[in-house]
């Protein structure tokens, strides 16, 4: 499917373009901008979520849910990946945790969903 119409699926790339700039936001609203590697992962992550979601909302490339399924997982996983101390940075976890889990959720519901078309009715 190379091509879509403003459809419900358009939705989760608005949502996903929020979630991006929220992730991108949270060391300062979430006070663990002091955390470097977490606040780098935040704004890069966070950037790349958003780019790619406004990307999408242009031109739909099934790619480009893939990657942002990546992405959400990558910040699902990074608190422990990049080692982030959680004693200090539990809300840079969880922040982290609760965004990457809505972006990858989103970006698979709408690879799922376009792979399953409704069957059209016949007018």
Same mark, same amino acid.
């Given at each position: ?16 373009? #929020? !979630?991006?700039?929220? !992730?991108?936001?949270? =060391?300062?609203?979430?006070? %663990?901008?002091?955390?470097? #590697?977490?606040?780098?992962n935040?704004?890069?992550?966070g950037?790349l979520? @958003? ?6 909302? %242009?031109?739909?490339a099934?790619w480009?849910?893939? #990657?942002? !399924?990546?992405?959400?997982?990558w #910040? ?15 809300v @840079? ?5 609760? !965004?990457?889990?809505?972006v990858a959720?989103?970006?698979a519901?709408?690879?799922?969903m376009?792979?399953?078309? =409704? =069957?059209?009715?016949?007018?």
């Amino acid at each position: 499917m190379s091509e879509r119409k403003w459809r419900g699926e358009s939705a989760f790339d608005v949502v996903n373009l #929020v !979630l991006g700039i929220g !992730l991108m936001l949270t =060391p300062w609203a979430f006070g %663990f901008r002091a955390i470097e #590697v977490a606040s780098r992962n935040a704004w890069i992550a966070g950037g790349l979520i @958003a780019a790619i979601a406004l990307f999408a909302l %242009f031109a739909f490339a099934e790619w480009k849910e893939w #990657v942002n !399924l990546l992405l959400g997982l990558w #910040v699902v996983i990074s608190p422990w990946a990049l080692g982030f101390d959680t004693s200090i940075s539990a809300v @840079a976890t969880r922040t982290h945790g609760l !965004l990457g889990l809505i972006v990858a959720v989103l970006a698979a519901v709408d690879i799922w969903m376009a792979h399953h078309v =409704p =069957p059209r009715r016949a007018a």
